[in-house]
């Protein structure tokens, strides 16, 4: 059974990167969409990002294009999210989620995926 593993979280100053990483075990990342979600305090939940295991093929929320990077070492069992220029509004929960399909679907609804891990907490504070 996949279980997935969050990391990399902590506390930065605006402006400031930082990588999280969701590692795997029990299954091998062959055909998964694997998303990143975050949680902020009263706001809704938000997918900012997916990619497809078998390709590596990727999708990004408005939000986050063009600051945030997510890649896949499949060595590693892990996915990553490089998240650069970060501000407040960044301030959130961060979690992984997958989805075992042959092709690559980025929902932005959880109940889509089969898996999640328990969040790492990212917080952006001068």
């Known amino acids: 059974q996949l279980q997935l593993v969050e990391s990399g979280g902590g506390l930065v100053q605006p402006g400031a990167s930082l990588r999280l990483s969701c590692a795997a075990s029990g299954q091998v990342l062959d055909y998964f969409t694997i998303a990143w979600f975050r949680q902020a305090p009263g706001k809704e939940l938000e997918r900012i990002s997916c990619i497809f295991s078998s390709d590596g093929r990727t999708h990004y929320a408005d939000s986050v294009k063009g600051r945030f990077t997510t890649s896949i070492d499949h060595a590693k069992q892990t996915v990553y999210l490089e998240m650069g220029s970060l501000n407040e509004e960044d301030t959130a929960v961060y979690f992984c989620?997958?989805?075992?399909?042959?092709?690559?679907?980025?929902?932005?609804?959880?109940?889509?995926?089969?898996?999640r891990g328990q969040g790492t907490q990212v917080t952006v504070s001068a």
């Open positions: 989620a997958t989805r075992r399909r042959s092709y690559f679907l980025c929902s932005r609804d959880i109940g889509d995926y089969d898996r």
